[in-house]
């Protein structure tokens, strides 16, 4: 389904499918910027627990005892996720100017 809803609703739509976002909008433009809003809450504390967890496992014994193996895993996993981040923030910038 296309863009749909008032004028503002749509342009709120066009700049978020820039960076990839996609929801049910609704078409009216305050309705539409709750959504945005309550999506990126949602986004934003996935975020935080699963890094969380991620700095829990890192200061864990469990980590350290691990075979070298798993450990240099582990910590290429965090990096690779890390870089991959931040090209995808700069590409979604750069795609944002054009």
């Known amino acids: 389904m296309g863009i749909r809803g008032d004028s503002l609703s749509r ?3 066009a700049r978020a499918k ?3 976002v ?3 909008w609704t078409g009216k433009a305050v309705e539409d910027i709750d959504l ?3 999506d990126y809450f949602h986004r934003k504390c ?3 627990c699963i890094w969380n967890g991620m700095r829990e496992l890192m200061d864990s ?3 350290k005892d691990a075979p070298e193996e798993v450990q240099a895993r582990f910590y290429t ?9 931040e090209m995808k923030r700069a590409q979604q910038l750069q795609e944002a100017k054009v």
């Open 36 to 38: 945005l809003l309550l």
């Open 61 to 63: 014994n469990a980590l």
């Open 11 to 13: 342009l709120i739509q």
């Open 46 to 48: 996935l975020n935080e």
């Open 22 to 24: 996609q929801l049910n």
């Open 18 to 20: 820039l960076v990839g």
């Open 77 to 85: 996993i965090v990096l690779q996720a890390q870089a991959n981040f």
